[in-house]
């Protein structure tokens, strides 16, 4: 059983810099993990995301390279850099978890997530 736990979010200004990372706890050396965010009113939409073996990270179009994911599989930790941060990224961050090697983006295909952080971005 895996077990996934997002930190690190928290309300900042237009501009700003945040960390999140997500914990894994259970065996996840050969999981995709990805981050997925969820807007008020709106649908859970993929971020970006990575395999075990590196297969990636692959990002959503959108995010025009301001976002950076990296994984520590000793660690069993994902991390999400995010810059240049702007009133529209305000939402609830969420780590998925899924067996495959492909980080794709339709949030079905992971089988397990996290509570989720809440970043607050101020204008």
């Known amino acids: 059983q895996v077990q996934l736990a997002e930190s690190g979010g928290g309300s900042v200004q237009a501009g700003d810099s945040l960390t999140l990372s997500c914990a894994a706890t259970g065996s996840t050396v050969r999981y995709t993990m990805a981050w997925f965010r969820q807007a008020p009113g709106k649908e859970r939409i993929f971020v970006g995301g990575?395999?075990?073996?590196?297969?990636?990270?692959n990002y959503a179009d959108t995010l025009s390279g301001r976002f950076e994911i990296s994984r520590d599989n000793n660690k069993e930790t994902l991390v999400l850099q995010m810059n240049n941060l702007k009133p529209e990224d305000t939402a609830v961050y969420y780590c998925g978890g899924r067996t495959s090697r492909t980080p794709t983006p339709q949030t079905y295909v992971y089988r397990y997530w996290g509570q989720g952080t809440q970043v607050t971005v101020s204008s």
């Open positions: 990575i395999s075990w073996d590196g297969n990636g990270p």
